[in-house]
């Protein structure tokens, strides 16, 4: 079955520091993979996708995502996280044909002054 | 601007007493879903549509209605909430049914069954 896990529930980091959210999947085929952010009391934003080609990909807001398809991962970085980037961050694997998202757990980012 | 609209924001209930929550977007989208979020669960499915009054179950699609009547609106229904759908509650569109498009939530309906 396909599924995705985010193995952190909670990451605390300092501000200006290196940021990585690991994100682990199962799916037959080759992946649409998605980095989506919650900022509280918000709906979800896209930050970045991977659907095929270079396995390092920018989105917004200076996050990064690598694709490892040996390893079945998709994690997402920073280089240097913000006071603005505490949110919560959940991965997603595109389903077929219907364009069901399923999503990890979620990961909450705190971010300390 | 473009986006996609819930309302209510916040909804408080008691079982048994029917509800709607409204989901509209001004994109012209065809494809439309709606997803509860629960803690340790992240987001699921309940429906989905992929164009006018044509729907489609997710996958915790118990104790929900939808309807697609118009492009535009994609409302929620439930007809006898219980306790276990107390949830935040998300509406989401995009341009196409494949998950290559991109999809765009809304802000979420944060609902408590009492």
């Known amino acids: 079955a396909q599924s995705v896990t985010q193995p952190d529930i909670h990451i605390t980091v300092s501000e200006g520091a290196s940021l990585e959210l690991r994100c682990n999947y199962s799916y037959g085929a080759t992946p649409y993979l998605f980095w989506y952010v919650q900022s509280p009391g918000q709906g979800l934003q896209l930050l970045l996708k991977?659907?095929?080609?270079?396995?390092l990909v920018q989105g917004i807001k200076g996050f990064e995502a690598e694709f490892k398809r040996s390893q079945s991962s998709f994690n997402l970085r920073k280089p240097s996280v913000h006071w603005s980037d505490a949110a919560e961050y959940f991965c997603a694997v595109g389903s077929g044909n219907t364009g069901k998202l399923i999503f990890g757990q979620g990961t909450t980012l705190q971010v300390k002054p | 601007e473009a986006q996609v609209t819930q309302n209510p924001r916040y909804l408080i209930t008691v079982t048994g007493k029917k509800l709607t929550v409204t989901c509209s977007q001004n994109?012209?989208?065809?494809?439309m879903s709606w997803y509860r979020q629960d803690p340790g669960l992240g987001l699921r499915q309940i429906y989905y549509s992929m164009n006018v009054e044509v729907t489609d179950k997710g996958d915790v699609p118990e104790g929900y209605k939808v309807s697609r009547k118009e492009k535009r609106n994609f409302p929620l229904i439930l007809e006898s909430p219980s306790p276990n759908q107390t949830s935040l509650y998300f509406c989401?569109?995009?341009?196409?049914?494949?998950?290559?498009?991109?999809?765009?939530f809304g802000p979420g309906t944060r609902l408590t069954v009492l």
């Open positions: 991977y659907f095929s080609g270079d396995t």
């Open positions: 989401a569109s995009s341009r196409g049914i494949g998950v290559y498009n991109e999809q765009f």
């Open positions: 994109m012209n989208h065809e494809y």
